[in-house]
């Protein structure tokens, strides 16, 4: 018999074009959502977070109010403008018209024996030397090569540049030891990284992750509070901090495997 998938998608905006799918709509944010929605400021929740932890809102909302009770065999996360699709759409063009036709609504015969799916990762290391003068010179100060040796345009550099010079360093020294030297490890390493904190998983490995990833954010929260995150670098500082670690966690404690997403504008 075939597994059965739902799928949240995240939205601080109304999204029409995915109100006639499957897809259960979570709103985030100060918008006034259509009944349909589901709003993550009742019960057990971190409402008043969400302009740091963005998606991570409902994801804790989901986690602490709905996951035991969820009977699904897979389920997983999307965002406003980003979604997953099935594998024979990967570089069609979606728009409002074959939406339906394109994003993923049936889990895979091939997810048999898989604990988790994550977006296809993205690659951080063709920086531009424009932008890394710009943005990355204490760590070009520190190690010239960067400049040269896309190697080491690791997701460490990029996080420096662009969420705060030595933010996630910082983050990592509040992270469970298990943990704590082999994601120093990968971010000083690695190059690419699973983007924007989507995933499909099985219910219990959603339990071991969010139990493993809230308590790092609110230790995160003692050394960065909220009222020094503004502006594109560092208002959502919770957000990209899961977004790295979600990468290597999954990587690290699951039988996983890549997925193709699509970016998305819908607009109306």
Same mark, same amino acid.
Request: proline share 3%.
């Given at each position: 018999?075939?597994?059965?998938?739902?799928?949240?998608?995240?939205?601080?905006?109304?999204?029409?074009?995915?109100?006639?799918?499957?897809?259960?709509?979570? !709103?985030?944010?100060?918008?006034? *959502?259509?009944?349909?929605?589901?709003?993550?400021?009742?019960?057990?929740?971190?409402?008043?977070?969400?302009?740091?932890?963005?998606?991570?809102?409902?994801?804790?909302?989901?986690?602490?109010?709905?996951?035991?009770?969820?009977?699904?065999?897979?389920?997983? *996360?999307?965002?406003?403008?980003? *979604?997953?699709?099935?594998?024979?759409?990967?570089?069609?063009?979606?728009?409002? @018209?074959?939406?339906?036709?394109?994003?993923?609504?049936?889990?895979?015969?091939?997810?048999?024996?898989?604990?988790?799916?994550?977006?296809?990762?993205?690659?951080?290391?063709?920086?531009?030397?424009?932008?890394?003068?710009?943005?990355?010179?204490?760590?070009?100060?520190?190690?010239?090569?960067?400049?040269?040796?896309?190697?080491?345009?690791?997701?460490?550099?990029?996080?420096?540049?662009?969420?705060?010079? !030595?933010?996630?360093?910082?983050?990592?020294?509040?992270?469970?030891?298990?943990?704590?030297?082999?994601?120093?490890? *990968?971010?000083?390493?690695?190059?690419?990284?699973?983007?924007?904190?989507?995933?499909?998983?099985?219910?219990?490995?959603?339990?071991?992750?969010?139990?493993?990833?809230?308590?790092?954010?609110?230790?995160? +929260? +003692?050394?960065?509070?909220? @009222?020094?995150?503004?502006?594109?670098?560092?208002?959502?500082?919770?957000?990209?901090?899961?977004?790295?670690?979600?990468?290597?966690?999954?990587?690290?404690?699951?039988?996983?495997?890549?997925?193709?997403?699509?970016?998305?504008?819908?607009?109306?």
């Amino acid at each position: 018999m075939k597994e059965k998938l739902e799928i949240y998608c995240i939205t601080n905006k109304r999204l029409r074009v995915v109100e006639n799918t499957s897809y259960i709509l979570a !709103g985030v944010g100060l918008d006034d *959502f259509p009944e349909q929605y589901l709003k993550s400021n009742t019960s057990d929740n971190i409402f008043y977070k969400e302009k740091h932890y963005s998606e991570l809102t409902f994801q804790y909302w989901y986690w602490k109010n709905i996951l035991n009770k969820n009977k699904n065999d897979w389920v997983g *996360f999307c965002q406003k403008r980003r *979604f997953w699709i099935n594998k024979d759409s990967v570089g069609e063009k979606i728009n409002t @018209e074959n939406f339906r036709k394109h994003i993923l609504t049936e889990a895979p015969n091939e997810w048999s024996g898989i604990e988790a799916i994550l977006c296809n990762p993205i690659n951080v290391s063709n920086l531009k030397k424009m932008k890394i003068l710009k943005r990355g010179f204490r760590s070009i100060l520190k190690d010239p090569r960067i400049l040269f040796d896309k190697r080491k345009r690791t997701i460490n550099l990029h996080f420096d540049m662009y969420h705060g010079h !030595g933010n996630l360093d910082k983050a990592i020294q509040v992270m469970n030891l298990e943990d704590r030297k082999e994601f120093s490890d *990968f971010v000083k390493e690695s190059t690419s990284y699973n983007p924007h904190i989507m995933f499909i998983a099985k219910p219990n490995i959603h339990q071991k992750w969010f139990g493993t990833l809230f308590p790092w954010l609110s230790r995160c +929260e +003692e050394i960065f509070g909220f @009222e020094e995150l503004n502006g594109y670098d560092t208002e959502r500082l919770y957000a990209y901090l899961a977004e790295r670690y979600l990468s290597f966690w999954f990587r690290k404690y699951t039988n996983y495997l890549n997925w193709p997403w699509a970016f998305y504008d819908y607009k109306g």
